[in-house]
């Protein structure tokens, strides 16, 4: 499955109790690649490594994210990028009544970019 499906079927398996947010699936599934448990193929959904097929090893240290930071921010909207772009190629929905929205939100991004002396340049 790609990201936006899992969060379907989450919803699904929960009888519509809990549907995740882009925010907390995409980095997750970014992690999951990151530890080898997951590869995305070239089509853009994911599929469990062997590592993963043989189960969790519980002898490697769990740390949780720390505090929100302007990195952490970016992260997440990378992780909704990537939503739009799972549902765009699958077809279920129609981005192209938001272009303006998208536009807008580009543009505030590019100009925060700008103030802040172009970080990443």
């Not at 599934?29 to 062997?50: A, M, N």
């Not at 769990?62 to 952490?72: H, K, M, N, S």
């Not at 929905?93 to 505030?108: C, Q």
């Amino acid at each position: 499955m790609n990201g936006a499906e899992v969060m379907e079927q989450m919803d699904r398996m929960t009888l519509g109790w809990w549907r995740p947010s882009p925010g907390s699936i995409y980095p997750l599934l970014d992690q999951l690649v990151e530890e080898k448990l997951v590869v995305k193929r070239d089509d853009g959904r994911y599929e469990l490594t062997d590592s993963a097929r043989r189960g969790p090893d519980w002898t490697r240290d769990w740390i949780g994210r720390g505090p929100r930071t302007p990195q952490d921010a970016v992260s997440e909207i990378d992780s909704y990028i990537a939503y739009l772009e799972d549902v765009a190629r699958g077809g279920r929905t129609d981005l192209k009544g938001m272009g303006d929205r998208l536009r807008a939100a580009s543009k505030r991004l590019g100009d925060l970019a700008d103030r802040s002396g172009g970080a990443g340049r």
